[in-house]
């Protein structure tokens, strides 16, 4: 750069009080992860209306979180292990039978204020034995996996009152979390079978699974609408026939919560904590029907997207200043995703076949990956299969494959995240031999983000010691930009003001381009 002193001045500096205006960011934080282990060690007696067991085919077992509550700095935590047995029993049917465990956890806080606990379970394996033809052993393991998210408002500064200081200030647009909270509904229906059913003989399995098809924000409540697919599974007297019979539920819940408006958006994120599927039957005694009673958690969160200003860097024409600055976690809400997709597999048993009887299984995310600008989620698909081989014997094969699914960001740039979640919505299958080709019908639902880090400003002080006075300063200098500067950084260096290079210049950006030449006037 090159200076030319038009004029010397020298500058009388008197010490200052310094009036800002400061906002507050609401952010979320976690502050701890933490993997409990659970135990699943029983005995269990068969049912008086089960007929005894052949030998055992299969122990199925789904966990699920129940009830979460901090009392006194302590998190409580109850969950049940629902089991499903499949076994042929002494006639050579197929045959099963439901248990429900339940347990109890607890977890020491550090603070419980403004905490939000995330809490899932999932299965790690599961095995059991007949110890008679009555009486079951089961032994397995159940993981707890917990995430604290903390709350908290962050202060940072806006604007300063003073002329005299001189603020570097960013805009970003990101979204605020105002609120979350949960609410536990009931659901209760009744499924008829088709006129031409046979007679059912037993319930095999069921599942279910819950998507949301809108979620509303309006004065202090949300509105959630969704509907809960349920699929039962039953045998007749054709012995090696599985019959299925599909339903849709739909449902509406209002959550009340705090701070939500027409200006908010929301999430839901609901769960399955209980299924109970009864045959119902008519004055000749047959089943004609099937009850559900179906227990859902939704939990509901609201945000606000917005724009807001933060002071990143600021200096004193005319003091000396002391800045201390806050990092700061903010996130931007990209998309919600929903995409249906499909994964094929061919499997192979190493024994000849002649039939499946049934399929079933669920998906597990294992790792979210982000490259470009794209995200992948690849995760795992426990799959088992029911079959009879060439001597008309059932048995069970457990295959466990991979998935990988891409999703599109739209920009390359950025820390883009996704909280991914998948689920399993059907099987296919072609039988050939001693191999089947498999498809699983899936979808995956989650949210992406914009995650970033800022450091904003959130303290400015004078320092005495270091005060500018008696500092000559030229009155106008003539600068070279060799490369491209911030005008802010300029005038901070000749302690002016940007507002004073701007309008001795005749300019209203923010950046001198590389090889420009402009006036920096004193102050």
Request: aromatic content about 6%; proline content about 2%.
């Amino acid at each position: 750069y090159i200076l030319l002193r038009i004029k010397s001045t020298r500058k009388e500096v008197a010490f200052m009080e310094i009036t800002l205006e400061r906002q507050n960011i609401l952010t979320e934080n976690t502050l701890s992860e933490e993997v409990l282990e659970q135990a699943i060690d029983n005995e269990i007696m068969l049912p008086d209306f089960c007929g005894s067991m052949g030998r055992i085919l299969k122990c199925s077992a789904r966990g699920k979180i129940i009830s979460k509550r901090i009392v006194n700095s302590v998190l409580n935590i109850d969950g049940n292990v629902f089991l499903t047995v499949f076994y042929i029993d002494e006639n050579g049917c197929l045959k099963t039978f439901d248990q429900t465990l339940s347990f109890y956890r607890e977890l020491n806080l550090k603070k419980d204020a403004d905490i939000t606990p995330l809490v899932k379970c999932k299965i790690e394996h599961i095995s059991c034995r007949m110890l008679n033809p009555r009486k079951i052993e089961v032994h397995g393991s159940l993981s707890i996996s917990i995430k604290l998210i903390e709350s908290s408002s962050r202060q940072c500064i806006k604007s300063a009152k003073n002329d005299d200081i001189q603020l570097r200030v960013e805009n970003r647009s990101i979204t605020v979390p105002l609120g979350c909270t949960e609410k536990y509904m009931a659901v209760n229906d009744e499924i008829e079978l088709p006129a031409d059913s046979k007679p059912v003989t037993c319930l095999l399995r069921n599942c279910g699974r819950i998507e949301y098809t809108d979620c509303k924000s309006i004065a202090g409540k949300v509105i959630v609408k969704g509907e809960l697919s349920v699929t039962v599974c039953y045998m007749t007297d054709e012995k090696l026939k599985v019959n299925e019979l599909d339903t849709t539920i739909p449902f509406t819940q209002i959550i009340d919560i705090q701070n939500a408006d027409e200006d908010c958006f929301a999430r839901a994120d609901c769960e399955i904590t209980a299924l109970d599927i009864r045959c119902k039957t008519g004055f000749d005694g047959e089943v004609q029907s099937f009850t559900v009673s179906a227990g859902i958690n939704t939990r509901v969160k609201i945000f606000k997207n917005k724009d807001v200003d933060f002071a990143v860097d600021a200096y004193s024409v005319k003091n000396a200043i002391k800045t201390k600055c806050e990092r700061i976690c903010l996130n931007r809400n990209l998309a919600d995703v929903k995409e249906d997709f499909s994964e094929e597999y061919t499997l192979d048993f190493g024994t000849e076949l002649t039939g499946i009887l049934d399929i079933f299984g669920q998906a597990a995310v294992t790792d979210v990956k982000t490259a470009g600008d794209r995200v992948t989620v690849n995760g795992t698909v426990q799959m088992c299969i029911i079959a009879c081989d060439a001597d008309g014997s059932v048995n069970c094969f457990d295959k466990t494959v991979d998935f990988s699914r891409a999703v599109m960001t739209g920009q390359e740039n950025g820390c883009i995240s996704l909280s991914a979640a998948v689920d399993i919505k059907s099987f296919g299958y072609s039988l050939n031999g001693s191999s089947a080709d498999v498809k699983v019908n899936m979808v995956l639902t989650g949210s992406l983000e914009d995650c970033f880090d800022v450091s904003a400003l959130s303290e400015i002080s004078v320092s005495e010691e270091n005060a500018l006075s008696g500092t000559r300063l030229p009155a106008l200098t003539v600068y070279y930009c060799y490369d491209d500067e911030r005008l802010f950084d300029i005038a901070r260096r000749y302690h002016t003001t940007v507002d004073a290079v701007k309008k001795v210049n005749g300019t209203d950006g923010d950046t001198v381009l590389k090889g420009s030449v402009i006036l920096v006037p004193g102050v």
